[in-house]
């Protein structure tokens, strides 16, 4: 967790004033354990948020000013509550914008301007959702200071709305939703659909959920992403021959799949649409696998989520599967797999505790033989969603 002592000083130092009015915040980062691109087509994902986040400093000013600054970049501006657009310029500042934007949009006027610190611990393009844990924080402190209701379902639904229509990025919910709801030592079973949740407890025992940061920045792809949801779509739509009723993957089973999934004639889209059925029932498994105190199953099904989304999705890439196959070489391992959109970004894996030393030295050593990059990793905890700490 941030020092906030030091953070309230650079609060101070930035925008002067003393440490008496300055209310503290924290959203975390999430790790997706298993349900990989299930999010937009209305399946299962079992995402946990992290200890690790967005700690936010938040103070009321007396005009109508927002004030952004970041500990993370050395830029910081200042914008007119009255003209709030976006700014390909703003870069990161777009995502605090994009909340009083939304909060504006569904009728909120603001009792005053806002100056805004933000430190970020969530390493940048690592795919562990920096853009939701900035997005929540600024949702929740901003109707918390304006004495609004903080419903952190509702909270998730608008920073998903503020990301897809203000910076253009057309995300599921998952991200926004874990860091809003997360609970300490539970994973979330998410239905991306209906919003139906279920917070899992998750009891590792002996074992540690380690991330591997692959350092290969996954600047998202965003066409191939885009292609994977117009593929899902066109699944959809062959499926419907016999399904007439569905709108999404999500809403058939494994067996209606199998049973139907030769009306979907182009080869490649068949392939999409098979990760997406056999992930969600993945998810369902993973959570028997969990009640029944199994781990060696819920390792297996990472292992299986990863192969499906190298061999059948596609989206894995040399660096995340480099890392995978040296995961898996090490004893203790339960399972590996990539986490987060693909094409760079992290991996989760489930390591005994008397592994996390060696695993750390030799994945990161066969890491860099195979890539030339050097890794870092996280030994991390399950913590809360977004919460005021001060």
């Not at 501006?77 to 914008?97: G, H, Q, R």
């Not at 139907?260 to 369902?284: F, G, P, S």
């Not at 991996?347 to 695993?359: P, W």
């Amino acid at each position: 967790m941030a020092n906030i002592d030091a953070l309230t000083q650079q609060f101070i130092q930035q925008y002067g004033g003393d440490a008496s009015d300055i209310a503290v915040f924290h959203a975390p980062g999430r790790v997706n354990l298993i349900g990989e691109h299930t999010d937009y087509n209305g399946g299962y994902v079992f995402p946990a948020a992290l200890t690790f986040g967005t700690t936010l400093l938040i103070r009321k000013r007396s005009d109508n000013q927002l004030g952004l600054a970041t500990t993370n970049f050395p830029a910081s501006k200042s914008f007119s509550l009255d003209t709030i657009v976006y700014d390909e310029a703003d870069d990161w500042m777009n995502y605090p914008k994009g909340i009083v934007h939304e909060l504006q949009q569904s009728g909120v006027q603001f009792s005053s301007g806002y100056d805004l610190l933000y430190h970020g611990e969530i390493p940048n393009g690592a795919g562990l959702s920096s853009s939701a844990s900035i997005e929540v924080v600024t949702a929740y402190a901003l109707q918390s200071l304006e004495g609004l209701e903080t419903d952190t379902v509702k909270i998730a639904l608008l920073s998903q709305k503020s990301e897809n229509e203000f910076n253009g990025v057309k995300c599921g919910i998952m991200d926004q939703f874990a860091v809003a709801n997360g609970k300490k030592d539970h994973a979330i079973l998410l239905m991306c659909d209906t919003l139906e949740y279920e917070l899992v407890p998750f009891d590792s025992g002996s074992y540690k959920l380690v991330i591997g940061n692959t350092n290969k920045r996954r600047g998202l792809v965003d066409s191939a992403y885009n292609e994977r949801r117009a593929q899902c779509e066109q699944a959809v739509a062959d499926l419907q021959a016999a399904f007439p009723e569905i709108t999404l993957l999500g809403q058939i089973n494994l067996e209606q799949f199998n049973s139907a999934k030769h009306l979907i004639k182009d080869e490649t889209v068949r392939k999409r649409a098979q990760h997406v059925v056999e992930e969600i029932d993945r998810v369902l498994k993973s959570i028997k696998a969990l009640k029944a105190n199994d781990l060696e199953q819920f390792g297996q099904l990472m292992n299986g989520s990863h192969d499906s989304l190298r061999d059948l999705y596609e989206v894995t890439g040399a660096e995340l599967d480099a890392m995978v196959a040296a995961a898996r070489e090490v004893p203790g391992v339960l399972g590996s797999r990539m986490t987060g959109a693909g094409f760079g970004g992290c991996t989760v894996s489930l390591v005994h505790e008397d592994s996390v030393e060696a695993f750390q030295e030799e994945v990161g050593r066969k890491y860099k033989e195979a890539t030339g990059l050097t890794a870092d990793f996280y030994v991390c905890t399950i913590g809360n969603g977004v919460e005021r700490l001060v």
